[in-house]
């Protein structure tokens, strides 16, 4: 399938942008060829700059769980723009979608509103260190928080690791505080608060990882987390960046049986526009400033556009009827999947968390950093512009998650389903 309008632009935005793009992933390195530049949204469907449809599976990387240019965000965003776009001082609205928030994540009280997810994870382990007056953060391996210099690190041969910076420009004074330890292993964990305990200002973790393609937790090791910030006085925070919204009606919490005492928010929360925001009880969250000692400020922080798409999308979620939809959907997409590969006999298996999958290149479901990293990467990447000739659009590497919207429909399922299989007959064929 041509796309000579798309290569033609990739090739333009080269002379002017970093690659070609403004974030590494839309460059399709992990795939090759060029991007596909987009023109339009609608509903569950993208149309690019070629004039071809796709099925749309990347949905912005999660944000837009009501699907493209939904009505009632619109209309919200054109209501809003009327009075301006910003103040640089407080308005209704902020209040409004922090209130509006609480009715999912019962257990806060206060919500800080940024420009993006990765300022929330930087404010967040501020935060944490403030409450704490302790420095090492614990993250796990294949969770991503943002582009945060001392969260960009990787944990080596799999072990524990302090301060291996996993990016050109991380200085290693701002890694030397940060731990790396294997997602799901409640050994490894209990091992290091029982020599590092007493300096742990926090646990950072994603309850739903997506940054390695969908990983589930064992929900014993997010019990184990809990218990260790007990014991030893350490702060437990989810981040629901990316996870938040997309497994039920409330935050991740009520199905994994456990409370954080922070919760980092993005994404969904924005309704497609740049927002993040962290939140906690009082006690935490009253040591941010202008309250407490702990500095975080942003002139675009709580703008009113991001506001009014946020609070027009969390209210069309209030009632829960979206969360059965769109679940469903994907439950059966993730089903049918699966017989899919069943079937075709091909070394794969696919992995879903609500409106969350990832389809692994590997037969044995991965739960680590370390089993992803088994894949067979070069079959995603024929898999992933088989898909995009059969106008289906997944994320472009193997390590992303695919989401769903509300808006997909039986079409696209039935359509979405023939092209997989379609497709993975191809490859058992040319074995």
């Not at 004039?51 to 965000?73: E, K, R, T, W």
């Not at 609480?102 to 930087?122: C, H, I, N, Q, W």
């Not at 589930?216 to 919204?245: A, T, Y």
Request: charged share 15%; with cysteine.
């Amino acid at each position: 399938m041509d796309r000579l309008t798309s290569q033609k632009l990739f090739k333009q935005a080269q002379e002017s942008l970093v690659g070609g793009v403004n974030s590494p992933v839309r460059a399709y390195q992990a795939v090759e060829g060029d991007p596909v530049f987009i023109k339009q949204g609608s509903g569950s469907h993208v149309t690019c700059e070629d004039n071809q449809s796709y099925i749309d599976y990347v949905l912005s990387y999660g944000p837009l769980i009501l699907g493209h240019a939904h009505p009632a965000v619109l209309a919200s965003l054109a209501k809003t723009m009327q009075a301006g776009t910003t103040f640089g001082a407080p308005t209704q609205l902020e209040t409004q979608l922090a209130e509006t928030i609480k009715l999912f994540y019962p257990y806060v009280d206060k919500v800080r509103f940024v420009s993006s997810g990765t300022e929330a994870s930087m404010s967040t382990i501020r935060v944490a260190r403030g409450v704490t007056k302790r420095s090492i953060v614990v993250k796990f391996k294949g969770c991503y928080h943002g582009h945060v210099d001392s969260l960009l690190v990787s944990a080596g041969s799999g072990s524990a690791t302090l301060g291996v910076a996993d990016s050109a420009g991380v200085l290693l004074d701002s890694v030397s505080h940060t731990a790396v330890l294997d997602y799901n292993n409640s050994q490894q964990i209990q091992d290091f608060f029982k020599e590092h305990g007493d300096d742990v200002a926090c646990v950072l973790l994603e309850p739903v990882a997506g940054n390695m393609g969908v990983i589930v937790p064992d929900l014993e090791f997010i019990k184990i987390c809990r218990e260790c910030c007990d014991n030893f006085g350490s702060l437990l925070v989810f981040d629901e960046v990316m996870c938040g919204f997309r497994t039920q009606r409330s935050g991740t919490h009520e199905w994994i049986g456990v409370e954080p005492d922070m919760v980092i928010l993005g994404k969904v929360i924005g309704g497609g526009l740049p927002c993040g925001a962290y939140a906690a009880k009082a006690d935490i969250m009253d040591h941010v400033a202008p309250l407490g000692p702990v500095y975080q400020a942003g002139t675009l922080s709580g703008n009113p556009l991001a506001m009014a798409a946020g609070l027009a999308t969390l209210t069309a979620l209030k009632d829960g009827s979206i969360f059965e939809t769109v679940n469903r959907y994907t439950a059966d997409l993730a089903n049918g999947i699966r017989e899919s590969i069943q079937s075709c006999g091909i070394p794969a298996s696919i992995s879903q968390k609500g409106s969350m999958f990832t389809l692994f290149f590997t037969e044995q479901l991965p739960q680590t950093f370390t089993d992803v990293q088994t894949c067979d990467f070069d079959r995603f990447k024929q898999f992933f512009h088989a898909m995009l000739d059969q106008g289906i659009f997944l994320p472009p590497s193997q390590y992303e998650a695919c989401f769903t919207s509300g808006v997909h429909d039986d079409k696209d399922l039935s359509n979405t389903l023939n092209s997989i299989n379609y497709v993975l007959t191809m490859f058992k064929d040319s074995v």
